[in-house]
């Protein structure tokens, strides 16, 4: 199993990203039913969830990122998501996706995020 994590880049404050992953030998009855998420490591901290949505649909944010973020997945393509917007500097970090199936946990490479004016 890969997964290919992409979109990352460097933005001013308040600009968006779309962070894009998809996994790669999965198969589609395993991952469908699977949760999918996004965490995020800061230089010197540890990594933290920041969102994360189940196979039945159910979303899950951090509080720092609620009403700005949007995780979305598409199981025909086995693809999840990530809509930033209204970015901070304190959403700086490396963004990596991790996906959790009933026969183990993967986590992509990350990609990097910075905002910076």
């Known amino acids: 199993v890969q997964l290919q994590a992409s979109g990352g880049g460097s933005v001013q404050p308040g600009g968006s990203l779309r962070l894009s992953c998809r996994a790669t030998?999965?198969?589609?009855?395993?991952?469908?039913?699977?949760?999918v998420a996004w965490y995020r490591q800061a230089p010197g901290e540890q990594r933290d969830l920041v969102a994360e949505?189940?196979?039945?649909?159910?979303?899950n944010y951090a509080e720092s990122v609620k009403a700005r973020f949007t995780i979305s997945r598409d199981n025909s393509r086995k693809m999840v998501y990530l809509q930033m917007n209204d970015l901070e500097p304190a959403d700086t970090a490396v963004y990596y996706c991790?996906?959790?199936?009933?026969?183990?946990?993967?986590w992509g490479q990350g990609t990097q995020v910075t905002v910076s004016s």
């Open positions: 991790y996906v959790r199936t009933r026969y183990g946990d993967y």
């Open positions: 030998r999965m198969i589609t009855s395993t991952f469908n039913p699977s949760t």
């Open positions: 949505i189940s196979g039945g649909g159910t979303k």
